[in-house]
Structures are given as structure tokens and as C-alpha cells.
């Protein structure tokens, strides 16, 4: 009987996270595609502002990180926003929002404007990410969010390829009105995110219960699954202080800084990748570019599947991690010394983009056994948070050292930091997870 029942059980939940896949996940992918392409599209429009508005790679590197300052400091803010007003209103404010800031982005006409538009877009954006991973636990049991992590993090990859082979093509084939074609990739590339806002305001349930999609018997079986996996006194009525204490924790706070260092390698590399190109041969059209510029995220985009995999197979999460900051750190020295070579300069970029897209999944799913429900809204949020103050650094930083003529001197920061971000977690004890085919252990209160 006990067999039959669990058989049931089984073929139940295979059927709820099927619809539930085909439902969600496609509004959630888009919403992150078209996040992080018009985050990173200056780094193609890059080589139309620089000559149009004199930018140096400097002042590139301050506007590219200026970004992130507003985007930290509201990304624990918005995630309670979210837990109060429901993810459907919130998610859709904030996918119109941005998508409006990036279109106006192109009719700027100074460098103070264009400032004005990263901090815009800062505080438009904020709160998207860990929104989506806080939204995924509202929907996933711990055995399935492994993977619903590694299809959520895959939106970044296929967002630069879809932004390295539109924002080439654009800057070079559109010109309409009479205006620059940078200035057509932040329109282009922003009004999607405008329409995938109206769509989530319309089509996105909040949770199980408002899924017209589900019948009432799966929606209370899905809702009493989940709400299984947290622990019993979490059943009260959560306070912010509830919410806060979990930015107290040591652990939580040293994976935060873990990530830091990991980001500073991820977005030194994506937002400065088409100067590299550029720089690999000064021939090469802005189209040109944009097409080499794919293959990097096509190979990082496998890895981070495989990865994943691996990951949720073995229920190993730390050394994938630490194996991928070190794979990014080889490639990024690489990078360096093949910088007018084509050929083993994109072998070593592509290695670059396998580190920093792939640890991603492991890594929070390592994160989010550490969190219970009532921390989780801030604790995902603030980890992402300090790993976004990377996207400030790293930028910044590379700018401030690049020269004219190369660019990738300023690549010896981001490795530093890859490295870092591995002698850290090799530090960090994490227990095994018992379960191989649980994506997150019986732990899994955060639910990423």
C-alpha cells in the first residue's frame, strides 16, 4: 500500500513541476535574459559612445560601475517589497521600469546624462535576481531547485549572445531617424523588457494557490510539499527583525564575500569582453566583434549546464566552485599573454566565461541550505548585494589601468579575485548532501 501510495505521490509531483516548468519558467527566463542584456549593452554600445561623446576606457569603467551603487543598496529593500506586495505586481514594476530607463538611455547627449541613466537603471533593476530566486522557492521543492537554479542562471549566458550578435549588427546596420546606432541598442534591446512586464503583470501567478493553470488538488499538494521542507517554527508571523538577522550570520556573511570576488571576475570579463575582441584585431567590425563575442558565452552556456548537473548528481558543491574560480583565474592570465593572438586568446576567454558562468549554480545552491524561510527574502538579497558591489569594483578598477592601446592590463584585479573567491571556499566546511538527487539537501529552508 505504502508502495502504490508513493508511486502516486511520484507521478504527482512530476506532473505539478511539468506544468509548472511550462507555465513559470518562461516568463521568469525572459525577464533575466532581458535583465542582464540591457545591464551590460554599454559594453557594445561602448564603441560607438567612445567616439561620439569621447569617453575614455576610464570613464567607460565609472559608468559601467557606477551602476551597482544604487542597485546594492536597494536589493534587500525590494525583496520585502516583494514578499509584501506579491511577486507578480513587483516583478512587473520592475521589468517596466528598467525597460523604460534603458530606452530613454539612448537619447542621452552627455557623459553626466548617461550617469544619470546607469543610476536610473540601478535603481530600476534592483531586486530582479533575488526576486526570482525568492519566487522560484514559492514554486520548487528542494529536490527540483537545483536545476531550476542552473535554467535560471543559463538566461545570462543567452543574454550576451543575444546581446553580442544584436548589439553588433545594430551598431553597424541601424541608423534610423538619423541617430547613432549605440543609441538603437538601448532602445532596441530596452522596449522588450517593457512588454515581458505586461505579460508578468497579466499571466504571472504569485503562488500555487493563485495557478489557475493547476487544479485545486495539485495547488494544495504543491503548497503542502513545500511548505514541508521548513521548519516548524518558522510558521509564525515573520517580523523584519526576523528578516534581518540573516545578514548576522558569519557563514552567510562570508559566502556573501565569497560571491564579491567572484562577480568582480564575472562582470570585468562580460563588460569589458568587446574591447578585448576589438583589441585582438583592430580590423574587425563592430559586427565582427559581436559575432566572436558569442562563442564565449556558447561554451560558458554548456559548462553551466554540465556543471550543474554534475553538481546536483554527486550533491558536491564546493570544490565545483572552487575548480571553476580557478579554471576563470587560468584563463583571464591567459588572456593576458595571448592578447594578439585570436585563436588562443577565445580559447582562453571561453575558459574564462566556463569559471564565471558556471559556478553559479553550485554556488547558490551551497547558499540557500544556510538560510531559513524567514530570513530568506533579505539573506538571498544581501548575498547578492555584496556580490553586486563587485560590479562597482571590478569595472572601475580595470578602467583605471587600462591604457588606450590594452585593455587587458587591467585583468590582473579579476584574477586576484577568482583566486580569492577559491582559497575561501576551500576554508568553508560545508556537510555533504546525504541525497544525490536532492538539489539541496534536506536543509533546504531558503529554497533557491
Known amino acids: 500500500m505504502g508502495a502504490h501510495l508513493n508511486a502516486e505521490d511520484t ?10 516548468s511550462y507555465r513559470i519558467f518562461p516568463i ?3 525577464l533575466y ?41 536597494l536589493e534587500i529593500p525590494s525583496n520585502m517589497m516583494l514578499k509584501k506586495v506579491g511577486a507578480r505586481l513587483w516583478l512587473a514594476r520592475i521589468a517596466i ?26 535603481i530600476a533593476e534592483a531586486g530582479l535576481f533575488p526576486g526570482l530566486l525568492l519566487y522560484l522557492t514559492f514554486w520548487y ?23 553580442s550578435m544584436t548589439g553588433g549588427w545594430i551598431l553597424d546596420h541601424v541608423d534610423w531617424l538619423g541617430m547613432s546606432g549605440w543609441r538603437w541598442v538601448f532602445i532596441l534591446q530596452g522596449a522588450p523588457a517593457v512588454l515581458i512586464g505586461l505579460v508578468t503583470l497579466i499571466w504571472l501567478p504569485d503562488r500555487p494557490s493563485d495557478a489557475r493553470f493547476l487544479t485545486s488538488d495539485e495547488s494544495r499538494w504543491l503548497q503542502k510539499e513545500i511548505d514541508k521542507e521548513y521548519t516548524a517554527g518558522s510558521a509564525r508571523k515573520e517580523t523584519v527583525r526576523d528578516q534581518l538577522r540573516a545578514m548576522k550570520s558569519g557563514r552567510v556573511l562570508y559566502l556573501a564575500f565569497a560571491n564579491f570576488f567572484a562577480a568582480c571576475g564575472l562582470y570585468g570579463f562580460s563588460f569589458f569582453l568587446p574591447k578585448i575582441v576589438q583589441q585582438l584585431d583592430p580590423s574587425y567590425s563592430a559586427t565582427n566583434i ?53 585563436v588562443p586568446a577565445m580559447v582562453c ?36 548585494s555584496i556580490a553586486a558591489l563587485g560590479g562597482f569594483f571590478s569595472p572601475y578598477i580595470i578602467g583605471k589601468n587600462a591604457t588606450a592601446d590594452d585593455v587587458t592590463v587591467g585583468l590582473y584585479f579579476p584574477i586576484a579575485c577568482l583566486v580569492v573567491c577559491a582559497v575561501m571556499l576551500a576554508f568553508l ?17 531558503a529554497g533557491v
Open 290 to 342: 559581436g559575432l566572436l563575442g558569442t562563442i564565449p558565452y556558447l561554451v560558458g552556456a554548456v559548462a553551466m549546464l554540465l556543471v550543474a548537473r554534475n553538481s546536483d548528481r554527486t550533491g558536491e558543491r564546493r570544490f565545483h566552485i572552487i575548480g571553476l574560480m580557478l579554471l576563470g583565474a587560468v584563463g583571464l592570465a591567459g588572456t593576458i599573454a595571448f592578447r594578439h593572438e585570436p
Open 11 to 20: 507521478a504527482l509531483g512530476s506532473r505539478v513541476t511539468r506544468k509548472v
Open 141 to 163: 521543492r528542494g529536490r527540483e531547485r537545483g536545476r531550476a537554479i542552473a535554467l535560471l542562471a543559463l538566461a545570462q549566458p543567452v543574454a550576451m549572445i543575444l546581446g
Open 97 to 122: 521600469s528598467w525597460g523604460l530607463v534603458t530606452a530613454v538611455t539612448g537619447f542621452v547627449h552627455t557623459v553626466t546624462h548617461l550617469y544619470v541613466a546607469r543610476i536610473a537603471l540601478g
Open 33 to 73: 535574459v532581458f535583465n542582464y542584456m540591457d545591464r551590460s549593452n554599454i559594453s557594445y554600445a561602448q564603441l560607438g559612445i567612445e567616439h561620439e561623446l569621447g569617453i575614455t576606457t576610464a570613464t567607460f569603467g565609472a559608468v559601467a560601475a557606477i551602476f551597482f551603487l544604487a542597485y546594492v543598496l
Open 28 to 30: 521568469v527566463g525572459l
Open 429 to 445: 566546511k560545508v556537510p555533504r548532501e546525504r541525497q544525490p538527487d536532492d538539489a539541496l539537501g534536506p536543509r533546504t529552508t
Open 349 to 384: 576567454l571561453s575558459l574564462v566565461a566556463v569559471g564565471v558562468l558556471g559556478y553559479m549554480a553550485p554556488y547558490w545552491a551551497l547558499a540557500a541550505r544556510i538560510l531559513p524561510r524567514e530570513q530568506t527574502a533579505v539573506g538571498l538579497a544581501g548575498i547578492n
